[in-house]
Every structure is written in C-alpha cells, then in structure tokens.
C-alpha cells in the first residue's frame, strides 16, 4: 500500500501530492493504491470484448482474430462492444434524469406550498424556460407559472407521442431535421433508457449500427435531463453571474468548522451554503473552539453548483476526494449521489470526520445517514451543521496537515452572464463582438472543456497541457465540472492566466470584454460555466450563435474535449455532443477497440450523418492540435481565415 505510488503519476497537484504524502506515511490507501493494485487490468474487458449480459457468461472474444469470435449467444465483436457503449449512454441518462426528475419534483413542491424551505429565486429565468416550452406567462402569478413548468418537466420522462420538448426547443432547426433524418428523436428519458436496456439484453437488438442509432437517441434524452436540471437549478437558486472565489485543498480552515459537499445535486447542498451564515451556528461553532465559525467547501460537481452560486471554494474535486479527509480538518463531508467513492468512509475512520450521507439511493456503509426531504430541508442543512460542530471537538491536532496552496478562480459564466458580458461591449446586438471577431480570427474557435479526472492520467495533466496549446492560437475555453474543478486548482481561472497564456487576438477580446466589465483588466483564460449537467449551457450558446449565423452547429468552429473522462455520464454528454454536430475528443481510450465497425462509425462515418465525430488520442499535445485542424476545417467551410499552427509546446 502506498509504496506502489508514483507520484509522478498521480497528480500535476501540488497540494493533492502533498496531501497523498500525508496518507502515504499514516498508510491509508487511496484510489491510486487500488489502481495499482489492479494493474494489469483485463484485456478483454479494456477492449470492449467481454460480455455478462446473461448468465451463461461472461464471454469474452479474442481481440487478435483467434478463437473464440462469439459469445455463446452468437454476438459478435461488433454487436458486444456496441451494447457496452448502448448501456453506458443509457446509466449516463438515468443518472442526469435522475438529478433533473428531482430538482423538477421539488419545483412543484415548492409552487404549491410542500417545501416552503424553497422559493423561486430567478422569475425571469422561470418566464423564459416557460415561454420556450409553450407555457402562458402573461397574467398569471409565478407560482401557477412554476407549477405549470415543472409538470412540463415531469411529462418528459414518460413516453410521450412527441418528441421531448426540451430537446426540440434548445437546438437548432437543422439539428431538428437531422434527428428525424436518422431517427434518433427521443419521445421519453426514462422510456428511452428502458429501451435501451430492454434492446441490449439477451436475444433482442444484434445489429451494432441499430444498438448505435439507440445510444444516440438515448444520449439525446441525456441532453434533454441536463438542460432541465440546469433551468430548474437556475429557478430554484439563482441563475450564475460572475464572482471571484478560490480553489484548491488550502481553502480548507484550520481554525473553522469544515464542511465538504459533495455528490451532484444542488438541493441541499445549496441550503446549507444558506444557512452556514446564520449567526447561531457559527456561535455555537466559536463555542466549540472554532475561532473561524463554519466554513462551507465543495468537492465534486456539487461543489460546483455551490461555486457559481454562492462563491463557496473548490477544495477538490472526484479522483481526489480523499485527500480532502486527509487534511485531519474536515468534519464533516455531505454527499448526495454521483461520484461519491465508497472509500472515503475508510479514509473517514482514519479521522474523526463524520461521512454524511442523505439520499436513500446512497448509502455508505460506516456513514451517518440523515435523510434529506424537501418539506424540511433548512432543518436537515442544520441538523448536519451541528453534526460537524460535534465532530470539530474530536479533532486530533496531530492530523492536520492542510496543504496551503489555493488559486483564485473566477466562475459563474452561465449563458445569460455570457450575453450580458458581450452586451457591455454591444447593448443592442450583444452576440456581435462574439460573431465579429470569431470571423476576424481573433477568436479563432471555441473549446468546450467537460468530464472528469481519471486515475489512468496524472492529475491535471491532459488539462494543463492541452488549455496552453489552444489558448495560445486563440481559442476560447469553457469549462464544466471536474474539467472546471481542473482549471480551478492550477489557477487558470485568473487574469493573470489570461495575459501569461492567451494568444494576442484571444487577450485583446478578453481584455475589451473584461474591461467594460469594469474589472481593471481581461477576463479569465477559463469562463466556468457550471456543473456537468450544466454543459447545456455550452450548447445554449452554442445554438444562439449558430441562428444568428443562420447555419447548423455542424458548420461552426467549436469543439468539445473530455481529456481525462471517467463515468457513463461523459459517455453519454459525448454522444449527444457529437449528435449536435460537434467534433469531441476524449483523452482516455473507451473500451471499443475490440471492434473495427463500432471505432469506424464513432470516429468517421457518424460525421456524415450528424457532422459530429469522436477523437480517441491520449497525447494531448497531439490532441490540442487535431482539434485546431478541426476547427480550421470548420473555419474554411465558412469561408473563414485559416492559419498555420506554432509547433513549439509552451
């Protein structure tokens, strides 16, 4: 344990790497100790070519052509690998769904008077998600228009005899046309996950290019969840505008009341932001010998929703979440669902923090749970508050090693706060400056950066290097997620990274921009969009610059990159991204390569049906570049400059 680790290969993190060394000498495994241990890792399995969907398995075929090349049902490479991507699309979509079917249940909740903790906050943002989804505004009082919407929402997950109306109204006509085309239209996101795992059992769907054609139709469902979650969040909470917060394992307070939240879904989490100020709680965390009071810090995604909201610091993010228990200073860590590793109730016991779980679909053994319900949410954020004040008075001072390194990160950047930067510059034609120096060259593409962080790869590392090679020709980077919770740490969220990193066209618009914002200087090198559910805001904007133009997605000169992707959630966010038409790299090789026709639909022939494809390259130098050529093969197809490419690596 632990001596396997080379830290080299853990994490580009300073403050991770210090904190790995913390576990190292009190011999606590970690999720890179259990990687090791793994290692070699199945073949098969890594391939795509190995099969446990009935019990006469599992069936594994030979990648090298010798036998066997069936599996005992009769299923081929193609068809084995093409029900692995189907299934993974598929637990993708149940998982945002599920996050969405929550968030819009407690919207109606909260508009008749069920979850009175809970208001509509963003009245605007409620008219204009209604008014998108055919709802009567006009003479009628916010709630009856909240309730009206979240039943809208609700409708969606059931089979409907129209396609999901939070798909059909959030993309371009062309995309429309293209989905009808391919017949890929969803009608339901849990009808079109049970069809998918109902076609991928024994004896139903053997035809890889149709299993295909579903994952896609899935993964659009997947779209539909994340925008609903995105616009019921933003209802619910607020929607982001810009502010200035920290990030990394030092926004930890050795002198506080630490709670880490943790998981996916912002409901609780956002209650306890809330009420961490309330002036009871922290005097009876200063009477606990916490000189500081409470201070909150967010881990994961919903860490992310706290960020954007409310300024509550990034301490870390997924692969390692450990390491935020191992500073000897958290108290508490409260997760909800998504992302959550089992073993962080091991690296709990090491400690005296207390693991809190609070969803029944998530529970851990060795955690304290308390239920979370919408009809007294302020009185469980409280209850979980007083919980970390006990825990603080068991605290062993000879534990503590909190790393001091943290950066400064902008966030924020929702979609609207994007409008309403640019507007600064044009009031009455806001996309304008966008448009206008992407066809200047000025801003040479877009780059959405989503996904996770994998054990496989260094912490950061694909991040780091593949954000200066694009910055430097003038791409400008969005990000969500863990990929956000990246950019955060290593401080590229700053102005300082904007004038170290950004090319000269892409700091002029930046710094223009940044400047009648009246921030003294450029905007960030990264904008923050949000959580993983929020990359619909990518595609919200996306959408309205490509109406603008009067083209399809598929025409304009963005792109997508997962660099170190880890859960069934990125497959699915990659396959709708690819059906919206855009080019999507992904810097960890998914388990297809035991198929030729499953690699060569993906990576080539689905460009012909949707204009989006698959790029698989680990390098993410080589990476960086592959997607520059893409978005100067989208530049030239509109008649836009194109440019050569520095080749030095800065």
Same mark, same amino acid.
């Given at each position: ?189 849990? $009808?079109? *996950?049970?069809?998918? &795992?109902?076609?991928? /059992?024994?004896?139903? +769907? #053997? ?109 870390? $993010?997924? *692969?390692?979440?450990? &390491?935020?228990?191992? /500073?000897?200073?958290? +108290? #508490? ?318």
């Amino acid at each position: 344990m632990n001596n396997l680790i080379d830290k080299a290969q853990a994490s580009t993190d300073n403050a991770t790497l210090a904190a790995l060394e913390q576990a190292k000498k009190a011999n606590i495994e970690t999720v890179w100790d259990r990687y090791q241990a793994q290692l070699p890792q199945c073949g098969f399995g890594e391939t795509g070519l190995c099969c446990r969907h009935c019990m006469q398995g599992p069936c594994r075929i030979s990648p090298f052509g010798e036998s066997p090349q069936k599996g005992v049902c009769g299923a081929n490479a193609d068809v084995m690998v093409a029900r692995w991507i189907s299934r993974a699309v598929a637990a993708g979509t149940a998982s945002h769904g599920g996050h969405a079917k929550h968030l819009a249940h407690t919207l109606l909740k909260s508009a008749i008077g069920e979850a009175p903790d809970y208001s509509i906050k963003d009245e605007a943002k409620l008219k204009a998600v209604a008014q998108r989804v055919g709802i009567e505004t006009d003479n009628r009082s916010t709630n009856d228009i909240g309730k009206d919407v979240a039943r809208k929402a609700l409708e969606e997950f059931s089979e409907k005899d129209s396609p999901l109306t939070w798909a059909a109204t959030t993309v371009t006509g062309g995309r429309v046309d293209s989905f009808v085309k391919h017949g890929v239209v969803p009608t339901g996101i849990d $009808s079109e *996950v049970a069809e998918i &795992m109902h076609r991928t /059992t024994y004896g139903v +769907d #053997a035809d890889a290019i149709n299993l295909l054609l579903g994952a896609v139709k899935c993964a659009l469902a997947d779209y539909a969840g994340c925008h609903i979650a995105t616009d019921i969040a933003d209802v619910l909470f607020g929607t982001p505008k810009p502010l200035i917060t920290q990030a990394n394992l030092g926004v930890i307070n050795p002198d506080a009341v630490n709670i880490a939240v943790h998981g996916h879904n912002p409901l609780l989490s956002d209650m306890i932001s809330q009420i961490a100020s309330d002036a009871d709680l922290n005097e009876k965390a200063k009477a606990a010998g916490a000189s500081a009071g409470i201070n909150i810090v967010g881990v994961c995604c919903t860490g992310n929703e706290v960020m954007v909201r409310h300024g509550i610091p990034l301490a870390t $993010s997924s *692969v390692s979440q450990e &390491m935020a228990i191992v /500073t000897g200073a958290l +108290d #508490a860590m409260v997760v909800d669902y998504q992302c959550i590793m089992p073993s962080v109730a091991t690296v709990a016991e090491c400690y005296h923090t207390k693991l809190i779980t609070t969803m029944p679909i998530a529970k851990i053994p060795g955690s304290v749970h308390i239920e979370f319900h919408e009809s007294n949410a302020k009185q469980t954020a409280q209850t979980i508050i007083e919980h970390a004040i006990d825990a603080f008075k068991k605290r062993d001072p000879s534990k503590i090693n909190i790393p001091t390194i943290k950066s400064k990160a902008f966030a924020g950047f929702s979609a609207e706060a994007i409008i309403e930067a640019l507007a600064l510059v044009n009031k009455d034609d806001p996309l304008k400056p966008l448009i206008d120096n992407i066809v200047a060259g000025n801003i040479y593409g877009v780059c959405l950066f989503a996904g996770c962080n994998n054990v496989k790869v260094p912490q950061d590392a694909n991040y780091v290097s593949m954000i200066k090679e694009l910055a430097r020709n003038n791409v400008l980077i969005l990000s969500t997620g863990c990929a956000s919770g990246a950019f955060a740490r290593q401080g590229f969220m700053t102005q300082e990274a904007t004038n170290e990193y950004a090319g000269d066209g892409l700091k002029a618009v930046l710094t223009a921009i940044g400047e009648a914002a009246g921030l003294g200087g450029p905007l960030p090198l990264v904008l923050h969009m949000g959580s993983c559910v929020d990359n619909s805001r990518a595609a919200d904007v996306a959408v309205a610059v490509a109406n603008k133009l009067g083209v399809d997605l598929d025409k304009l000169p963005v792109v997508a990159s997962a660099p170190e992707p880890v859960t069934e959630k990125a497959v699915a966010i990659g396959t709708w991204a690819v059906a919206a038409g855009l080019p999507t790299h992904l810097g960890v090789i998914p388990p297809v390569l035991g198929s030729k026709t499953v690699v060569e639909v993906l990576t080539s022939a689905i460009k012909g049906m949707f204009g989006g494809y698959f790029i698989v390259e680990p390098d993410p130098i080589q990476a960086a570049r592959v997607l520059l050529d893409a978005i100067s093969e989208r530049r030239k197809g509109l008649g836009l400059s194109v440019v050569e490419f520095a080749t030095e690596v800065v």
